[in-house]
């Protein structure tokens, strides 16, 4: 059977693109919706793990994150595949306090036969400070390149010894199920108009993760969830 693969330049370009158009089209929301989905998603994810703590995210995980970004995604497709969405992004400030949130779109590609819609909530843990400033830049960060990506380790907690292996773990739902998840090949981009609308003003996505900018009374469900794990 055919398949089209397109050389890697063209791929990445089309993958950039659909980090912004795919939200857009597919699943675009008033930011205060967004940052309450996001709320929404830690709080699933939070139930989990009490349910089902060797399935969960590992306590040791969330405890050492330098970031997350959060983000609900719908992948569909019928020959040409594609999955596109969007959420927010949190740093972890010195006081150990999380930050105000970013806003982000998500992108990817798949090529071949495949039909279906379907919707998977992502966790992605940043672990390393590199990571978190990848996304303050307010570019496009391409898991994979710019930043190595891989499933998240799963378990009660993580033993002494294990060390973390990629700048990037991420961690999904999807129809109540829950899966470690790898991301490389797809493309995360920050959503300077929605950032403006919800913060009234032209703040960079580097001050609202630093810490500048305080995060509005909206976004306290959310820290609260963060704060809870």
Known sequence: MFRFRPAPSLRLRLLA???????????????????DQAAGVMDRFRRLRGSDPERGIPSRVMRDAKGLAIITVLKAGFIFSGRGGEGVVVSRLPNGRWSAPSF?????????????????????????????????????VALGADLSAAAGPVGRDLGA?????????????????????????????????????????????????????????????LLQMLDSF
């Not at 659909?18 to 967004?34: I, Y």
């Not at 829950?178 to 703040?203: C, D, M, P, W």
């Open 17 to 35: 693109a659909l980090a912004v158009l795919l939200p857009a089209a597919a699943m675009a929301a008033p930011p205060q919706r967004t940052v």
């Open 161 to 221: 010894d294990v060390m973390t292996s990629a700048a990037v773990y991420s961690y999904s739902r999807s129809q109540g199920l829950f899966a470690g998840a790898s991301l490389e090949g797809t493309v995360i981009g920050a959503q300077h108009q929605k950032n403006f609308a919800y913060y009234r003003g032209r703040y960079s996505p580097a001050a609202i993760l630093d810490g500048r900018i305080p995060p509005p009374p909206g976004a306290g469900r």
């Open 104 to 140: 982000v779109g998500f992108g990817g590609a798949g090529f071949g036969f495949q039909a279906g819609a379907q919707v998977t909530e992502f966790v992605i843990v940043l672990n390393t400070p590199e990571a978190v400033a990848a996304f303050s830049r307010g570019g496009n």
